[in-house]
């Protein structure tokens, strides 16, 4: 008899619109049983091909059924630092889930009755971190001087910590921010990344040694060469922090922010918290979010928040310029921001901010679309229609529209090599740049931005560079 997909216990979308609290709850014991009982264990498991990291997805559900979950949890640990950050935050529905077995052939994303696989990983992920069970440590045997620097503190440098600790090398994180996890805390909002997880495990990783250095930027405090001279070796995760915009009229007004300002000061300064927190933000009665990644979806559901734990009448409206299909966010947090209450206007194009004689944004001007032929993305491509201008109230519009990689450091670096998108090249199965002992991975290299492929980036660096320094 066919089993049912197991839900996942939510918090209600009218309560958990009015604060920060965790979304979505997660599997118990029993409910985590009933979904791992549901994989038919292929001979031939097509789910890890899905996996960026190549976790072996099939073992560890088996050791669920078996109800060991401290094997689950190692089986993971082989091969994925973090489960319970990457099964909060992974696009399953187009990794793991996708590959799985149980979805159709062709499908665009995975289907309902596709293994919940990453429901399932969080719950292992938790119970190793409820348990404490640490991985051991492999250390050479010879004694190890060297010490290796990584600068960021987002997912790719905290893994590339992680990866040199359990071989027992030392590094050095530096941070530009005041506390670390990169776009981990910066970007992603508690109700998705809560941050007693994103504590625990940075915890872990000093436990470990890994010494973290705060408010140091590096480019300017120090140079690369400068730290090449101190240490065997470098890593580069600087993320990709500069925010693109739209190159329209208006874009200058006051209350027009780039989602990277919104969600930092959110998330990172506590603006929701004002006056308790140092940092304001004008909430908005009409609030437009403009673009159709996480990001967008991420902004639109803080503000969203925002309004209602002010007290506003609910109006945020996220535009993008395409239809939901080619939405490149996650499909379960596009189908959250709808039951909370956000508005979609699909297929239209921003033409235009107005703004009254204060210089405050008043007025969002768009063109509606209609799809035409595809583009080098493979989706199809957006074409305004002449003459279909239309105007919206709209006092807090956030451009949500993509992020560049930080100049601050490469530009006073000329030896590093970069494409033309300012994204550092570097050989992808060391992930070693064009400078001999500098490494690098996550945003800063290009590629898709999630958690997981900055990870798989960091582990082949890790790997590169633990042979580096144990054969200087
Ligand atoms: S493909 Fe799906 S059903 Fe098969 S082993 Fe993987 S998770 Fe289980």
Known sequence: ?????????????????????????GYNEESALAEASRCIQCKNPVCSTGCPVGVDIKKFIYHITQKDYKSAYFTIREKNNFPSICGRVCPAEYQCRKTCILTKKGELFASENSINIHFLER?????????????PQSRDDKPFQSKVAIVGSGPAGLCVAGELARRGIKSVI?????????VLRYG???????????????????????????????????????????FSAVFLGLGAGVPSFLGINGENLCNVYSANEFLTRVNLMGAYKFPKYHTPINVGKHIGVIGGGNTAIDAARVALRLQKMNGIDLD???YYRRTEVEMPARRLEIEHAREEGVKFKFLVQPKEFTGDDKGNLQKFECLECRLGDPDS?????????????????????????????????????????????GDVIVNKDTMETSI??????????GGEGTVIEAMSMAKRAAKAIIEYVLNQ
């Open 188 to 230: 992603i909002p508690p109700f998705r990344m809560p941050r007693d997880i994103l504590d625990f495990e940075i915890n872990y990783l000093k436990n470990l040694g890994v010494e973290v250095v705060l408010n140091s930027i590096i480019g300017k405090v120090e140079s690369l060469e400068e730290l090449s001279n101190r």
């Open 377 to 421: 993305s493979g989706r199809r491509r957006p074409v305004p229609i002449e003459g279909s201008d239309f105007e919206s109230d709209c006092d807090v519009a956030v451009v949500a529209v993509g992020l560049n990689a930080n100049e601050i450091l490469t530009s006073v670096t000329p030896d590093l090599k970069l494409d033309k998108w």
């Open 316 to 318: 945020t409206t996220l």
């Open 123 to 135: 719950f292992v992920g938790d119970y190793g971190m409820k348990n404490n069970l640490q991985v």
């Open 174 to 182: 530096y941070e530009a921010l005041h506390k670390t996890g990169g």
């Open 1 to 25: 008899m066919k089993k049912e997909p197991i839900k996942v216990k939510e918090l209600g979308a009218s309560v958990r619109a009015g604060n920060f609290e965790e979304v979505v709850l």
């Open 436 to 445: 001999k002992g500098v490494y690098a991975g996550g945003d800063i290299v």
